[in-house]
């Protein structure tokens, strides 16, 4: 099983838990949260899709037990006096629920304005740099390996490691510029086929959410309809809306 560094350098490509944030060691506590939040959510696991929900979890997981290390006074003196990490096993221990305590519900919105940000950014090329050399030039897993990247990505992500080879940065790899039509053609396939069925996950989500909202709707219709039969009675005979039965109105005292 791998030590929590091991994870690090296989998920971030340092084992340094401040690069990792990409924060300065004096970095406050809220400093530290604030990045921690930021890059948990490129890598939430209910925001990524199917093919990438394993690693997106791990890295979560990563990236909480940082958070959880360095916003602690001791765990994070001893971490910066020595480089020691509490290996202790947290295999068990909720990640999903730490970072529900410590932020507010992941919204839509938030990962989309995230996207935005991060696309085009310094990190993004710091990660796409990480994912290629990590690789070895493999573009299955420097899509895995990306926030916010897929199929649709790969042009931008070749022009952008043509560029780093040519400054230099990195080597050239076999390959890369010249996968066959079949690796291509077989990863542009399962890519399509994970998005019809996250497509048709949201659409369920989205109709049962519509029709709790029409019954919860309709259920306070009725419930007003039956409170005024309740105090006014009914004036004619008619069925009620609320049970189907039928109300007779009161015969009224005729005057001689």
């Not at 004096?26 to 929900?53: C, G, M, N």
Request: with cysteine; glycine share 6%.
């Amino acid at each position: 099983m791998s030590t929590f560094k091991e994870m690090c350098e296989q998920y971030f490509g340092t084992t340094d838990l401040y690069e990792v944030l990409g924060v300065e060691r004096t970095a406050t506590d809220k400093e530290i949260k604030k990045a921690y939040h930021k890059l948990s959510l490129l890598v939430h696991p209910d925001r990524v899709e199917e093919s990438r929900k394993a690693v997106a979890t791990e890295k979560f997981k990563v990236l909480g037990k940082i958070h959880s290390i360095l916003q602690d006074e001791d765990k994070r003196k001893c971490y910066d006096d020595c480089g020691e990490i509490d290996e202790e096993s947290d295999s068990n221990f909720n990640w999903m629920e730490y970072w529900r305590a410590i932020f507010k519900k992941i919204d839509i919105k938030d990962i989309e304005e995230h996207e935005k940000s991060y696309i085009g950014s310094e990190t993004e090329l710091r990660d796409i740099k990480k994912a290629y050399v990590g690789g070895k030039g493999n573009m299955d897993l420097i899509l895995e390996m990306v926030p916010f990247s897929n199929c649709d990505s790969e042009p931008r992500i070749l022009e952008i490691v043509r560029k780093m080879i040519d400054d230099g940065e990195v080597e050239e790899y076999p390959g890369f510029f010249n996968e066959s039509k079949q690796k291509k053609a077989r990863r542009r396939k399962k890519y399509e086929e994970e998005k019809k069925v996250a497509e048709s996950i949201d659409r369920k989500a989205l109709e049962q959410e519509l029709e709790l909202n029409k019954k919860k709707r309709l259920k306070g219709f009725v419930d007003l309809i039956s409170n005024i039969e309740a105090k006014y009675g009914g004036g004619t005979k008619r069925k009620s809306i609320t049970n189907g039965a039928k109300t007779t109105p009161k015969k009224r005292s005729s005057r001689k």
